[in-house]
């Protein structure tokens, strides 16, 4: 069977594929401590999987209306006018099975063949692999390690243009953990008022921000109009599988993002949505023991990383991971994370899964115990001083 050429532009999650490797091992009878995906270790809320429970017993077993129930939607604008400190009405609201439909079905809106699409790297995966099969051009900006994760702003300036259809940021990072600041936004926003060039800003780890306040883009004069927020329920509220997340936006938009919507997934299973109608307007204390949980094992995990041989680690200001240099041991990034799974028995992902830039340095999640994040350490700091010997 002969594949569409645009298949051969799509790439992948390579967390995913380290997950696979390590069930591999753990199938073997070997015991591994998974830092490679992105899944907070917390049970979902009960008071949510309460509410998704009434709900079925309700009947929510039917279709929705493509761009989710008014309820969930209503919420969600809510939600995001008083956190933005803007005016958002439902009918700007998408709800998608996941977030990652709002970067698919933006980039497939707004991105025709040759259109060039400014993007950061090292940065989560799938952005370069639609902008690709869209037929789309990436010019990365390079988040740089020695700015703590940020972007130099002559080198972002020097990027955008008259071709440029979509800028797409990420704060807080994933992989790096970085966050913009309002001086970085404010670059953004300059340019993308100046060209009147869209904005896809992935917030979805805005609740997980430790030492400092969260500001987004649509804070900006011309910005509200221009962006499209990405968000979702997976990381704050602990419901990766529970597939629910949303895209805000103009209303125009939002109507082309619904036909998407409609032609692919029909709806959002109408449970998770009365799940999500929950989350956000029920007690929110989970959130923030979450978040102060993350903050311990943060601090835990750079001073470990920093105590491990050829290993520099830079502290996270949000998300849950850590970006440590690896560049001292002397190994390539692949190298290095191939090794640490196979004699240390930690999963964790190669730098360069996350683009060009990524090389040098290794992504470990602490979505896990302290426990295991601990022996984890352990784990790592011994198999380095094996080939520093």
Not at 88 to 100: D, I, L, M, N, R
Not at 175 to 203: F, N, Q, R, W
Not at 270 to 296: C, H
Request: aromatic share 10%; net charge negative.
């Amino acid at each position: 069977m002969k594949l569409a050429q645009r298949m051969h532009n799509l790439g992948t999650e390579t967390a995913f594929e380290v997950l696979v490797k390590a069930r591999a091992l753990e199938a073997q009878g070997r015991d591994i401590i998974h830092l490679e995906v992105g899944e907070p270790d917390f049970a979902t809320p009960e008071n949510i999987v309460d509410a998704a429970v009434t709900s079925v017993k309700k009947g929510a077993t039917k279709y929705t209306p493509s761009a989710g129930i008014p309820e969930l939607r209503s919420a969600i604008a809510g939600r995001v006018s008083e956190s933005r400190g803007i005016h958002v009405k439902p009918e700007q609201v998408v709800v998608t099975p996941g977030a990652k439909p709002i970067m698919f079905f933006v980039i497939l809106a707004l991105i025709d063949a040759g259109d060039e699409v400014v993007t950061p790297n090292p940065a989560f995966p799938i952005y370069e692999s639609m902008i690709r099969f869209t037929g789309g051009v990436p010019r990365f900006y390079r988040l740089r390690e020695d700015n703590n994760f940020r972007f130099d702003p002559q080198e972002f300036r020097s990027l955008v243009n008259e071709k440029t259809k979509l800028i797409i940021l990420n704060s807080p990072q994933n992989p790096t953990g970085g966050v913009l600041e309002e001086s970085d936004l404010a670059v953004i926003a300059e340019l993308a008022t100046k060209y009147d060039i869209p904005v896809l800003a992935d917030e979805i780890y805005w609740q997980i921000i430790y030492d400092r306040k969260f500001h987004s883009i649509t804070r900006f004069p011309g910005m509200p109009e221009r962006t499209i927020i990405l968000d979702g329920f997976s990381k704050s509220y602990s419901m990766t599988g529970w597939r629910l997340g949303f895209g805000v936006m103009n209303e125009t938009l939002a109507t082309h993002i619904t036909r998407l919507m409609t032609n692919s997934n029909s709806c959002t299973s109408a449970l998770t949505q009365w799940a999500g109608v929950e989350a956000l307007t029920g007690p929110q204390e989970s959130v923030q023991e979450m978040r102060r949980a993350f903050q311990e094992r943060r601090d835990v995990m750079v001073a470990g990383m920093n105590a491990i041989p050829g290993f520099r680690c830079t502290k996270p200001e949000g998300a849950f991971y850590v970006f440590p240099n690896i560049t001292g041991t002397g190994w390539d990034s692949r190298k290095m994370a191939d090794y640490i799974l196979n004699e240390a028995g930690v999963a964790c992902i190669s730098g360069t899964a996350f683009g060009e830039y990524g090389e040098g340095f290794i992504r470990f999640s602490y979505a896990n115990s302290l426990e295991n994040l601990q022996d984890a350490l352990h784990r790592v700091r011994a198999a380095v001083e094996k080939i520093q010997d």
